[in-house]
């Protein structure tokens, strides 16, 4: 597995299934649209917004053929095919491209539907947290952004967004099962808003979004969780989207005063939910393998190690479930692969990376008889130096864990001015995090 190869990199999108048949492509990251919204309104019409007959349809019996093209033409952008994906249906002859546009407009134009202004005037009706009513509007707005158009969802757009996030924000603590059925609505509501590019550029311009869906990670909600975590591990895959899910987990940590990767770690310990394990497995995965920065890389594995992995890896390995198996093969082989990355910077010394034995005996090993081995031997005296204290001394060790990181992983991607004697880091910050930690308890 080449780190230099993205498209390797994100192997762990592919399902057991692919790796068994080479013949077949790998799982393509966006959601399937489901069934059309009129069957479901029909048999869940309670609680609905109003109903537009369009009585106006236009039909295309008459259309000349260059007016039959230029319609083929928008239904395909509708739909969201270009380019390559295009070129086998526009080959086909005008006979079937006619047909083609009548059923798409009959679906989509002369057929009984809701607008995207029925769901936004019927949310703005309602109070977040009136629940009996909010679920059946929820739902059917899930269906229709998974069944209509790009045009559709385009329309519903920014202010349709906004609804969604204040109605999962107004039950961020609301622990009720109707309170975790909305939330659980909204998210995957958000999952059909961003099956297309026009969603995702939208989703990334709203900074409220990935940290509403960070909130859902709850191993106590499984099904909630399961599609929160659907969200988020694709979203690393999108340019800007890694930093984005760093930042939003990082935000949940705070509000929650706790370990920022504590919900991926406690997810995988659900041993009665092999679906829940798998995607949180592959949201790990996603989180450390983005990165094209080695250093990175090892940064976040140690995290989630510190977190709770490195006590449950070994069960994790031993499963019988054969997609989580497969997302510990990629998980196992890309550790592999930066484990050697990095002890060529050590001419191949071979060492455990998690044994503080063997990470000791190789500092010491570069260090002594140099420049740094004075240095070194300050900063262990300097540990030493920290009083017997049993709150005291492990918030000391994680600060100066937490500025080391700070100031080895510079976000530039450039060494500190070492001239200026000039580094960047948050020391407010990091102290804050770690009262916050003691007084809940969580550490």
């Known amino acids: 597995m080449d780190k230099k190869d993205p498209t390797k990199r994100h192997s762990f999108f592919s399902s057991s299934k692919d790796k068994k048949s080479k013949s077949k492509a790998p799982r393509d990251i966006q959601i399937a649209r489901p069934v059309s919204i009129v069957a479901y309104n029909e048999a869940n019409g309670e609680g609905m917004p109003q109903v537009q007959e369009d009585a106006d349809a236009p039909t295309y019996q008459n259309l000349t053929d260059q007016e039959v093209n230029a319609a083929f033409d928008r239904m395909l952008e509708d739909m969201g095919i270009h380019g390559k994906k295009a070129d086998p249906l526009k080959s086909r002859d005008m006979g079937q491209k006619r047909e083609m546009v009548a059923q798409y407009m009959k679906r989509t134009g002369s057929t ?48 349709g967004l906004q609804l969604i996030i204040e109605i999962t924000e107004g039950s961020f603590s609301k622990t009720s099962h109707k309170s975790i059925d909305c939330k659980h609505e909204c998210i995957k509501g958000l999952k059909a808003f961003m099956n297309n590019s026009f969603g995702i550029s939208t989703v990334f311009k709203n900074d409220r979004v990935l940290v509403d869906v960070a909130s859902c990670l709850n191993p106590r909600h499984e099904n909630l969780m399961t599609d929160a975590v659907k969200v988020m591990a694709p979203a690393c895959l ?35 939910s092999p679906q829940l394990m ?105 540990l030493l130096l920290i009083r017997e204290d049993s709150y005291a001394r492990p918030q000391y060790y994680k600060l100066v864990e937490e500025t080391v990181s700070q100031i080895v992983l510079q976000r530039s991607g450039l060494d500190p001015d070492f001239v200026a004697k000039k580094v960047d880091f948050e020391i407010e910050h990091m102290i804050s995090k770690l009262v916050c930690f003691d007084s809940n308890g969580v550490e």
């Open 112 to 159: 009984r539907r809701q607008t995207p202004g029925d769901f936004i005037d019927g949310l703005r009706q309602i109070n977040p947290t009136d629940y009996d009513r909010l679920l059946p509007i929820l739902k059917a707005l899930r269906v229709a952004l998974a069944s209509n158009t790009i045009s559709w969802v385009k329309q519903f757009g920014e202010k």
């Open 238 to 272: 999108v340019p800007d989207g890694h930093y984005k899910v760093l930042c939003a987990l990082s935000e949940v940590q705070e509000l929650r005063n706790r370990p920022r990767f504590l919900p991926i770690i406690d997810a995988l310990k659900k041993d009665d």
């Open 278 to 382: 798998t995607y949180s497995m592959q949201l790990m995965n996603a989180i450390i393998s983005t990165p094209e920065e080695l250093d990175f890389r090892l940064h976040l594995r140690n995290e989630f190690m510190r977190t709770g992995l490195k006590e449950i890896i070994q069960d994790l390995r031993e499963t019988e479930n054969e997609d989580l198996q497969l997302q510990m093969n990629v998980f196992d082989d890309h550790e592999e692969e930066d484990a050697e990355e990095f002890m060529q910077r050590f001419n191949n010394i071979k060492l455990d990376f998690y044994d503080i034995e063997d990470v000791f005996k190789l500092l010491k090993n570069v260090t002594i008889g140099s420049p740094m081995e004075g240095d070194l031997l300050s900063i262990l005296q300097h």
